[in-house]
């Protein structure tokens, strides 16, 4: 059972050991293996249930005020409309979550994993993902939505994008409403920036679409790369020493100052 936000805030207020706050379960591959690399070091990755009761620990962090801490965040679609400036103190990912942060490191890596003819239905398959998530941009952008409720969709399920297309299927388009088109100039710096700005989520998707229901259904004994293989991947080329521009460098850098470590 997930403790409320007033429960946390009174056991910080009780604490002593300096505390590292993110997100929680999606993120969990990546502050493991930073725990590893900090090693016997006392800092504490304190994993909240998700951004808004992060957000909302930060907003009381004056109650556990003795406490050294650092709050560190995805930007989610704050990457198109900018950080509120009360948040301006908590670290954010620099593209949309963390897990884009960690393809931008692995990119080409991933991306090597596939033959020629996966690359060609990976891209289609992010041209329409591209297409879609524009739209969805758009109503979050004018205001028509406050919350899109990306949580809800995954392009593994076959109700959603068929399991051998590359297309959303209509009845997934239905339920979602979308009444407008995105302008031009939007789709435009999704298909240029997709790395950063395309839910992360939905990145590793694609390739696991590719993976499981193209690769797999063409040769069962194909192999075929979970989540957490990609992100390790990622992750792995992320942290090497000589990588010092990767985006797993920029945290581990921040969280090596913030603690002197």
């Known amino acids: 059972m997930e403790m409320t936000v007033n429960e946390i805030v009174s056991t910080l207020t009780h604490s002593s050991l300096p505390t590292i706050f993110v997100e929680g379960k999606d993120d969990i591959i990546v502050y493991r293996q930073f725990e590893k690399i900090f090693g016997a070091r006392k800092v504490d990755f304190f994993r909240c ?5 992060l957000l909302e620990i930060f907003k009381r962090k004056d109650e556990f005020a003795h406490l050294n801490t650092h709050f560190i965040a995805d930007k989610d679609m704050w990457v198109f ?3 509120p400036a009360e948040y301006q103190d908590v670290f954010f990912t620099q593209g949309y979550s963390i897990e884009n942060d960690l393809f931008f490191d692995g990119q080409y ?3 090597g994993l596939l033959d020629s003819d996966e690359i ?3 891209d289609e398959i992010l041209h329409n993902v591209i297409q879609w998530f524009a739209s969805e941009v758009e109503l979050y952008i004018n205001g028509s939505v406050q919350d899109n409720h990306f949580s809800e969709v995954s392009l593994l399920n076959g109700n959603v994008m068929g399991f051998k297309d590359a297309c959303f299927t209509q009845t997934f388009l239905n339920q979602r409403n979308i009444a407008i088109l995105p302008n031009s100039t939007l789709i435009t710096d999704i298909q240029e920036n997709y790395i950063s700005k395309l ?3 939905f990145l590793f998707q694609i390739y696991r679409k590719v993976f499981e229901k193209h690769r797999k259904a063409l040769n069962t004994k194909a192999t075929v790369y979970s989540t ?3 992100f390790d991947l990622c ?7 000589e990588n010092l521009d990767s985006c797993m ?3 581990l850098t921040e969280i090596k100052q913030k603690f002197v470590i």
């Open 249 to 251: 460098m920029r945290i």
């Open 81 to 83: 409309v900018g950080i």
């Open 109 to 111: 890596l991933v991306n």
């Open 235 to 241: 992750l792995r080329e992320g942290i090497k020493s």
């Open 228 to 230: 957490a293989q990609l």
């Open 120 to 122: 060609i239905l990976k």
């Open 49 to 53: 249930n998700g951004r808004a009761t």
């Open 199 to 201: 839910r992360g989520k």
